[in-house]
């Protein structure tokens, strides 16, 4: 049996996250079916690549509602790839280690631990902070490295069990645009990596 995936979509962003799912599924890497996408917006372009491949599409405009639609799908894994809600208390204690999260920023093993770049430095947690601040934080930081985090969702706050992360090392004339342009390209090929690592290992 595949995984059952459900990806939650928010517009915040063009939808690269489902569409590296999407052609991760399509090409055999990830062993699984994407029982719907869910977007508390109609107009999220990332809608577009669901439409594409004709998915099923949710809309979840309350909150609250979440958790009766997820049961409704029963999904393995519940995957937020640029959701901007904040989820339930409710829905993280029914999904537990179910609810991949991708962070913008390296987050530790251990609340209190910390994470070193390829080079040995400190890396940045970025903890509460969304995309484009966690970027800009690299940079007012003099970072030598961005990165970003997968973890399963807890009640911490951007802290839980870590799936995987990925680094991107920071130039000299890098700005926040550069910067996101590269890492997110890693962020969506590190989502894949994740995916195909539980679909095979389930």
Same mark, same amino acid.
């Given at each position: 049996?595949?995984?059952?995936?459900?990806?939650?979509?928010?517009?915040?962003?063009?939808?690269?996250?489902?569409?590296?799912?999407?052609?991760?599924?399509?090409?055999?890497?990830?062993?699984?079916?994407?029982?719907?996408?869910?977007?508390?917006?109609?107009?999220?372009?990332?809608?577009?690549?669901?439409?594409?491949?004709?998915?099923?599409?949710?809309?979840?405009?309350?909150?609250?509602?979440?958790?009766?639609?997820?049961? @409704?799908?029963? $999904? !393995?894994?519940?995957?937020?790839?640029?959701?901007?809600?904040?989820? +339930?208390? #409710?829905?993280? &204690?029914?999904?537990?280690?179910?609810?991949?999260?991708?962070?913008?920023?390296?987050?530790?093993?251990?609340?209190?631990?910390?994470?070193?770049?390829?080079?040995?430095?400190?890396?940045?947690?970025?903890?509460?902070?969304?995309?484009?601040?966690?970027?800009?934080?690299?940079?007012?930081?003099?970072?030598?490295?961005?990165?970003?985090?997968?973890?399963?969702?807890?009640?911490?706050?951007?802290?839980?069990?870590?799936?995987?992360?990925?680094?991107? @090392?920071?130039? $000299? !004339?890098?700005?926040?645009?550069?910067?996101?342009?590269?890492?997110? +390209?890693? #962020?969506?090929? &590190?989502?894949?990596?994740?995916?195909?690592?539980?679909?095979?290992?389930?």
């Amino acid at each position: 049996m595949k995984l059952r995936l459900a990806i939650l979509i928010s517009d915040v962003g063009t939808g690269t996250n489902l569409g590296a799912i999407i052609d991760g599924i399509k090409s055999g890497r990830i062993e699984a079916e994407i029982s719907a996408v869910i977007s508390d917006k109609n107009d999220a372009p990332g809608l577009e690549h669901a439409k594409a491949n004709n998915l099923e599409i949710e809309i979840c405009s309350a909150k609250e509602a979440l958790l009766p639609l997820l049961q @409704k799908l029963n $999904p !393995d894994y519940i995957c937020l790839a640029g959701w901007k809600q904040i989820i +339930k208390e #409710e829905v993280i &204690l029914a999904y537990p280690n179910k609810i991949l999260n991708l962070h913008p920023g390296l987050v530790p093993d251990e609340e209190n631990g910390k994470i070193l770049n390829p080079n040995g430095t400190n890396a940045l947690w970025n903890k509460g902070m969304l995309s484009n601040k966690a970027i800009q934080n690299f940079l007012d930081q003099k970072a030598t490295f961005a990165g970003s985090s997968i973890h399963f969702l807890t009640s911490n706050f951007d802290f839980g069990p870590v799936l995987g992360r990925t680094y991107e @090392k920071i130039l $000299p !004339d890098d700005n926040v645009e550069t910067l996101y342009i590269r890492l997110k +390209k890693k #962020e969506n090929e &590190l989502y894949v990596k994740v995916l195909e690592r539980l679909s095979t290992n389930k």
